[in-house]
């Protein structure tokens, strides 16, 4: 295919079936495995659709620039090869459910993200350079997702996991209430990064609910801010290696020193039944 650097108008009936993605409107065709994408005026599902057509052209670089809350992005990113899996980078601010479903590709996102980052994502990375909103990895069921920054309510609500598929979220930052509800699975990591020495997380609630997975908590949170299905215990040697692990993967995205991270107080934070609503059922 060569290595064209053609702009092309936008807008210009791009979603016609027709033809190749270096034809499409508001493309920059780079060479057979990259694309840049100006999302600039086009609504949610014209960016999506433009998106899905790109990669079953078999190209697995895209850029996508002056993104501006358009929803949904990554949500039906379909595989026509298993083992072929995109790389997405966006610049500015997508919208609410990014990545959501998401399975297997890699999004990387400079700026700042909505709600619902990572809603029942089964697979992938998702690595935002920024913050995001509430109801970060709802249902997520695998994967990875890493939040520079703060996130916003009901972060990792009824997060699961399975044999062999374990989801991880890693937030940089601290998280409003109802952080953990319902959690029933996965490895969550709260670094608190952002808070002055001796200040406490903002999150009450936290773990309200949670039957399953566990919650790795940096810095200082009081007994009153827990949910009563949580207990606190102190990490052992497995519990490090987990820590050390994902703080390390963190640090290299995001350009910290997971050293300096490492030396701050960690406590794990685990349910304390696996039915703890049992008794309001009548089975």
């Known amino acids: 295919m060569g290595n064209l650097n053609v702009k092309f108008g936008l807008r210009d009936m791009f979603l016609d079936g027709v033809r190749p993605v270096h034809e499409l409107a508001g493309c920059v065709f780079l060479n057979e495995h990259r694309v840049e994408i100006d999302a600039q005026g086009l609504k949610h599902k014209e960016l999506n659709d433009l998106l899905r057509k790109t ?3 078999g190209i697995t670089k895209i850029t996508v620039r002056n993104v501006y809350g ?7 990113l379909y595989r026509p090869d298993p083992e ?8 500015r601010n997508p919208g609410n459910d990014l990545g959501a479903f998401l399975d297997g590709h890699r999004i990387v996102v400079y700026g700042n993200a909505q709600d619902g980052v990572g809603n029942t994502m089964d697979g992938g990375e998702i690595i935002v350079h920024g913050r995001a909103g509430d109801i970060v990895a709802m249902s997520m069921r695998g994967g990875k997702i890493m939040i520079r920054d703060n996130v916003g309510y009901r972060a990792a609500i009824h997060m699961k ?17 109802f952080f953990g509800e319902y959690m029933a699975g996965g490895i969550v990591l709260l670094l608190g990064l952002n808070l002055k020495e001796n200040e406490r997380h903002k999150a009450h609630y936290i773990g309200t609910g949670m039957h399953g997975g566990v919650i790795y908590l940096r810095g200082r949170v009081e007994e009153y801010q827990l949910g009563k299905e949580v207990g606190v215990r102190e990490l052992d040697d497995r519990d490090w290696e987990i820590v050390q692990r994902y703080v390390g993967e963190f640090s290299a995205h995001f350009g910290f020193s ?3 991270i490492l030396k701050g107080k960690f406590q794990k934070l685990l349910p304390v039944s696996k039915r703890p609503y049992g008794k309001i059922y009548a089975y």
């Open 55 to 57: 990669l079953l052209e």
């Open 70 to 76: 358009q929803r949904y992005i990554g949500t039906r």
């Open 84 to 91: 072929k899996k995109a790389e997405i980078t966006i610049y």
């Open 161 to 177: 996991e399975y044999p062999g598929k374990v989801p991880v979220l890693v937030i940089g930052g601290t998280a409003q209430d």
């Open 258 to 260: 997971a050293d300096k």
